[in-house]
């Protein structure tokens, strides 16, 4: 199991920290995301694909970058 880092840009408050952690966490194997805002930067555990998580992260309006 191997863990991708990606920094979010676009996140100003616990809103969007949610928004983004519920949208990966829904991409197919995710396991756990965890997402900061200070800086803003999401760590998935599980075997995700990387462009399904930026797509995720995309959709909800913010913009993700493998870190
Ligand atoms: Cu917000």
Redesign the pocket.
Known sequence: MSDITLAITG???????R?VTQALAQVPGVIKAEVSLEPGLAVIHGEADVGDLINAVAREGYLAVPS
């Open positions: 996140m100003t408050c616990a809103h969007c920290v928004a």
